[in-house]
């Protein structure tokens, strides 16, 4: 059976030239970074070159990236390391963090932790495509807001938010701006020397880099408590042991995404263009997020009458790999935060599916896809009695 992946924000497959770059790392100079001996000195030197091609892909100086396991932990040091250094006096009294509704898990159930805490959290809704309010975001600050936290494109729909607006509030109001830009590297040109942006999360396993490790930006001036005690590593601000193979692939992945984002930018967006202009030929089908504000690779859809879970697993008995929503959380069955925050009823959100495109995805791929998804829904339309009833 043919197999088609078109997951790709969930994850994608490590670039051979990172699995090359990598293997040293396992069983040759596979000494611990913080080592003073020529084991340990040559993997430090390894972790600093990543740092290095890390910090260039977004034009900043390598001091302000640190390493840590992935996207969900950048975000978790980010929000906690800033919100740390102001304890909250009394429950529901204590400093002000603004987020929206739609954010990724790891940053809503950080905020659900903190405001358990005693933490005062607002959360922004979002328009229909998925937008925040610039006015209404200006109007939410107060004298006790120490930090904004706004993803950089959402996970889910694709919708891209004004960051540098963002930031720009932000900093007009002497307020902190974290996003959280795992969906958007190798997707969109980000130049954190031009842009006000203090905390960046990234992933590597979305950039064709290897699982278990990301990082987190941060601009030369911020303090923030670390998440974890122990031997002061990455600055004092990260403790653990750094996981040299994977930093390398970081740093790797980080460099090829740079040197192929115009080429990557320009097939993805014919291709989604393409994918998105022949769905929209099936009946009652309606694309989610914002139309033109939207990540490249990204094309999330609802199909009137069908349940989304059932489409999921009919596409992949068919061994098409798609999503329902977040993969983090996708094996739950209810409708989408996301979705829901847009203005969805429930059925509409559980109506929908995502599909992502990447590098290795052709248009013989998607054209293959196409009809496979028809008659998928023309199937469970046909034994649906809602469809019935409206029809």
């Known amino acids: 059976m043919k197999q088609v992946y078109m997951d790709y924000a969930a994850s994608t497959p490590v670039d051979s030239d990172v699995i090359k770059s990598m293997m040293p790392y396992f069983s040759k100079t596979y000494g611990n970074p913080s080592s003073t001996h ?3 000195r040559l993997a430090l030197q390894a972790v600093e070159h990543a740092r290095k091609q890390v910090s260039s892909c977004f034009n900043v100086d390598p001091e302000t990236f640190l390493f840590t396991s992935g ?23 204590g400093p002000h963090i603004i987020t929206s509704t739609i954010e990724h898990p790891a940053v809503l159930q950080t905020c659900k932790q903190l405001e358990a805490y005693g933490y005062s959290i607002a959360y922004l809704p979002v328009d229909e495509t998925g937008l925040i309010d610039l006015d209404q975001l200006k109007e939410t600050i107060t004298e006790d807001t120490q930090l904004i936290s706004i993803m950089y494109a959402n996970n889910e729909i694709g919708t891209i938010e004004p960051v540098e607006k963002i930031g720009n509030i932000a900093h007009k109001h002497n307020v902190l701006f974290h996003t959280d830009a795992v969906q958007a590297v190798g997707k969109i040109p980000i130049d954190l020397s031009k842009l006000p942006i203090d905390l960046l999360s990234i992933s590597s396993h979305k950039i064709y880099g290897p699982k278990g490790v990301g990082a987190l930006y941060h601009t030369k001036d911020i303090t923030f408590d670390p998440l974890f005690q122990g031997g002061g590593h990455e600055q004092g601000k990260r403790s653990g042991t750094l996981n040299t193979p994977g930093i390398v692939g970081l740093g790797k992945a980080c460099e090829l995404s740079q040197k192929r984002l115009k080429k990557d930018i ?35 859809f609802r199909f009137k009458g069908i349940e989304g879970n059932a489409l999921h697993s009919l596409l992949d008995e068919k061994g098409i790999s798609i999503a329902t929503g977040s993969a983090c959380s996708s094996k739950k069955i209810q409708a989408s935060h996301v979705l829901l925050a847009l203005g969805l009823t429930p059925e509409e959100a559980i109506s929908s599916i995502r599909f992502t495109i990447g590098r290795l995805t052709t248009k013989e791929e998607i054209d293959y896809v196409l009809p496979i998804v028809k008659e998928s829904i023309n199937h469970l339309r046909s034994i649906s009695p809602l469809w019935k009833s409206n029809k």
Do not use: C
Request: aromatic share 6%; proline share 3%.
């Open 38 to 40: 020529k084991h340990g």
């Open 266 to 300: 320009s097939q993805l967006e014919q291709m989604s263009d393409y994918f998105i202009k022949r769905l929209f030929e099936i009946e009652s089908s309606t694309l989610n997020g914002h139309p033109t504000k939207r990540l490249v690779n990204n094309i999330h």
């Open 71 to 93: 996207g969900t932990e950048a975000d978790n040091l980010a929000l906690k390391g800033i919100a740390f250094q102001h304890l909250p006096k009394d429950l529901g009294k």
